[in-house]
């Protein structure tokens, strides 16, 4: 067998696995830390480190440091080897059904009060990220609101509004006009 045919059956074989062609569908959509991809697939952290090794293997996947995190993408090179074969409207397909939001959730369910509100502002960016997903939501789209609105809202959540409210702009879920004037949601 001549060394292109290995590559080929060894590509193949990563992908013969139901998790490994989820994590290749989730990826095609946009990048994942691994503690996202196990609470979006509900499998343990170190499933998912095993999978992702076996996908780095054959040069499906990359992976870069995000502060404490690994933040893993698709490497589209390596697709090129599958273009005759699955288009990626078929690799994303494959990630159908899956519950993209699962690891919202978790993180909202750990630092959450029965009543909504937070118990603390997580440090961590990908935590504090979901939470913020999670609070921007009371905001609705296309409402302006003046900063004393915004904190009137953003203290059912904590008390440090300013925190939240300057996280919410830098992240973009939040847009505000001049120095403090009128925000809204994005």
Request: with cysteine; proline share 2%; charged share 30%.
């Amino acid at each position: 067998m001549s060394a292109e045919n290995e590559e080929l059956v060894a590509f193949f074989k990563v992908l013969a696995d139901a998790n490994r062609l989820k994590i290749v569908g989730l990826l095609a959509q946009r990048p994942y830390s691994g503690g996202e991809l196990a609470a979006v697939l509900g499998l343990k952290a170190s499933t998912v480190s095993h999978h992702l090794s076996r996908l780095a293997q054959v040069g499906l996947v990359s992976a870069r440091a995000e502060g404490y995190y690994s933040v893993y993408r698709l490497e589209e090179k390596a697709l090129q080897k599958t273009r005759l074969l699955f288009s990626h409207a078929d690799l994303v397909s494959v990630a159908a059904g899956v519950d993209v939001d699962g690891y919202d959730r978790k993180v909202i369910g750990d630092f959450t009060r029965p009543d909504g509100s937070l118990k603390e502002i997580p440090a961590q960016r990908k935590k504090l990220e979901a939470i913020l997903r999670y609070v921007v939501c009371d905001f609705e789209l296309g409402k302006r609101y003046s900063e004393k609105q915004v904190n009137e809202i953003l203290s059912r959540f904590h008390e440090d509004t300013a925190s939240l409210r300057r996280e919410l702009v830098g992240t973009k879920l939040m847009e505000r006009e001049g120095g403090g004037g009128e925000y809204w949601r994005i």
